[in-house]
């Protein structure tokens, strides 16, 4: 922690109170209530168009492209009820819902909400499922579950193979290259109809369907009721609570498929009557080049992005002081999730800070999922290390129960999803007897017996094994302890050592890291830099500084070898949002891993 004063923020209080009961589980909660609120989204956007109809809700631009487009407030709502007709007289319903295949855009926004205004359910899919899949095995998986009665794309050509072989039936929107065009769809006259379906929706019905990641079998349709949606959209304000006076100024490029991006990110702005700038970067070598682009000119007041996005920004910042100047100049809270941020990178964030204002910016994480819409711990004080996920947002109870020496947490709330759509046998196993949604994680105390400082995420529980030896590896804890020890190479690591007496790790490359230890890494290939002495030496002498405080051989690491081949979300290794799953990893690549406990040349040890 810098020794400067912390940038002023209003944020919650948080008056936790807990619970420990007799059978060894806990109870943790914030005693005071949620205030009240709206009751669906399409509440604010009424709100907002008629209390300031020229105040800017979205915009975007391409790479090369110097003006931003913008869509207004008021502008929003005359399209999003001409939509919402239109769709309306397609006779879409929650049984047949509107999807969504492209990525990001003012009209897949506009889409998405028209349908929410009146009732329609909607769902947002990976494009990946439709443009780089193999059999659009996924993509039928979604068909089938939701039955869709409409299909929305931006540009329809990338995705003609794909409408042809799922949605041969759908009528298909799209925005370039069809005949039925957004723009038509757009000047559709509006009918008493609107409103009287926009009266109907009620907090319980369906406003979208978010289908997880799929990182074993179909992807799984998880029901957002409008309550949920706007009740995790009073808790976040709760938590951040300068929105309500100081609306969010956002630049972001996270994929809307995603609960993170296509709830909390995209929500918070219209609950706030905030702007949402569209980031076309990406936290790539090649693409983060158009986000610093964009972050020169949209200065954010609230800003979120993944470690390894964090880690570039702050490499340009190096070269361009002015930019640090122009980053943190209103920025009231960073938030970083989708992987763990290493200390090195926490603590050289929050210097940049210091160096251009003269204050420490609070830098956050919390915990969230699918199901709970998605917020639902949040860490509102400042830490000194990166990890504390914070407590429970108010209306939310966690239960923690013992479950094989771990804490494993569970959640009940307004906003937790009443289940996942029509497959009833998933819904009874996602529960337990009290109602609480297991969400598979485990916690560890951040103080120990003292929930209101906070809490540790200690892995899956799911992901965590036995080495041959009978003991216990916790995968979520040590995967985080050595991607910080490697000090950037890696932006995450595969735990691997079941049924063998010592654990190995496959490295996810980093490649900006990798460039810097290497002279000339930059024009080399990935096989090239991967081998290079220079960078071995580096990974086997930071390996070796981790061993040296390693306790055990369910925490020491003597073996590590790059995972050459890009992961492949097709197969769920990763998401589009760039989260790794272990398990994927591990099967999907066993010859690989048991290469790590041979003398295979590419092991480095």
């Given at each position: ?368 999922a699918t199901e709970t819409a998605p917020f639902a711990l949040f860490q509102t004080e400042p830490q000194a290390n990166p990890g504390n996920i914070g407590v429970p947002a ?27 759509w029509r497959d009833d046998k998933l819904t009874e196993e996602a529960f337990d007897e009290e109602g609480f949604y297991k969400l598979g994680d485990a916690l560890r105390f ?160």
């Amino acid at each position: 922690m810098t020794n400067a004063n912390l940038r002023p923020v209003a944020l919650w209080k948080a008056d936790v109170h807990w619970d420990e009961r007799e059978d060894g589980s806990m109870l943790v909660w914030q005693n005071d209530p949620l205030a009240p609120h709206p009751e669906k989204i399409s509440d604010r956007i009424d709100h907002w168009a008629s209390v300031d109809p020229d105040r800017v809700w979205m915009a975007s631009r391409e790479v090369g492209e110097t003006e931003w487009h913008r869509v207004t407030y008021g502008e929003m709502r005359e399209k999003v009820r001409s939509i919402g007709q239109f769709l309306l007289d397609l006779g879409l319903s929650v049984d047949r819902p509107l999807v969504i295949l492209s990525e990001n855009s003012i009209e897949h926004a506009l889409m998405a909400l028209s349908a929410q205004y009146v009732g329609i359910a909607s769902a947002a899919i990976a494009p990946a499922y439709s443009l780089i899949s193999e059999g659009y095995g996924k993509l039928k998986g979604v068909r089938d579950q939701i039955t869709p009665g409409a299909v929305y794309v931006d540009d329809a050509e990338p995705f003609l193979p794909a409408l042809s072989a799922v949605f041969p039936e759908n009528t298909v929107i799209a925005a370039k290259n069809w005949e039925l065009t957004f723009a038509s769809v757009v000047r559709t006259p509006v009918t008493d109809a609107v409103d009287h379906a926009n009266a109907q929706v009620t907090p319980d019905h369906v406003a979208k369907f978010m289908f997880t990641s799929g990182t074993t079998g179909n992807p799984k349709a998880v029901i957002q009721t409008h309550g949920m949606l706007a009740t995790n959209m009073e808790q976040v304000t709760d938590c951040y609570a300068f929105a309500r006076d100081e609306p969010p100024i956002i630049l972001d490029w996270a994929p809307w498929n995603h609960v993170a991006a296509g709830n909390l990110i995209f929500n918070f702005a219209i609950w706030n009557g905030g702007t949402l700038h569209l980031d076309a970067g990406r936290p790539t070598k090649a693409m983060i080049g158009e986000t610093i682009r964009n972050l020169r000119e949209v200065q954010t007041n609230w800003y979120w992005n993944v470690p390894a996005g964090f880690e570039m920004i702050m490499a340009e910042m190096e070269k361009d002081p002015d930019f640090g100047k122009t980053f943190f100049e209103k920025m009231k809270i960073m938030y970083y999730a989708g992987a763990a941020m290493g200390q090195h990178t926490w603590d050289e964030l929050k210097e940049a800070s210091v160096r251009a204002t003269g204050e420490e910016i609070l830098l956050a994480t919390g915990l969230g999922a699918t199901e709970t819409a998605p917020f639902a711990l949040f860490q509102t004080e400042p830490q000194a290390n990166p990890g504390n996920i914070g407590v429970p947002a108010k209306g939310i109870v966690l239960k923690l129960v013992p479950n094989e020496g771990k804490l494993e947490a569970r959640v009940k709330g307004p906003n937790v999803t009443p289940g996942y759509w029509r497959d009833d046998k998933l819904t009874e196993e996602a529960f337990d007897e009290e109602g609480f949604y297991k969400l598979g994680d485990a916690l560890r105390f951040a103080v120990p017996g003292d929930p209101s400082k906070g809490f540790f995420f200690d892995g899956r529980v799911a992901e965590n094994f036995k080495l041959g030896t009978g003991t216990w590896v916790s995968v979520g804890a040590l995967r985080a302890k050595l991607t910080d020890a490697l000090g950037g190479i890696a932006r995450d690591v595969v735990l691997a050592g079941e049924g063998h007496d010592s654990l190995g790790a496959l490295l996810v490359p980093f490649r900006p890291a990798m460039e810097r230890i290497v002279p000339g890494g930059h024009d080399m290939s990935d096989a090239d830099l991967f081998a290079h002495p220079a960078l071995r030496k580096a990974i086997s002498e930071r390996l070796a500084g981790y061993n040296a405080h390693a306790t055990g051989s369910s925490m020491r690491i003597p073996a590590v070898m790059f995972l050459e081949e890009p992961l492949d979300m097709d197969k769920g290794e990763v998401t589009d949002k760039g989260s790794v799953n272990q398990r994927a990893v591990l099967r999907e690549r066993p010859e690989l891993v048991e290469a790590l406990f041979t003398d295979d040349a590419r092991v480095i040890r």
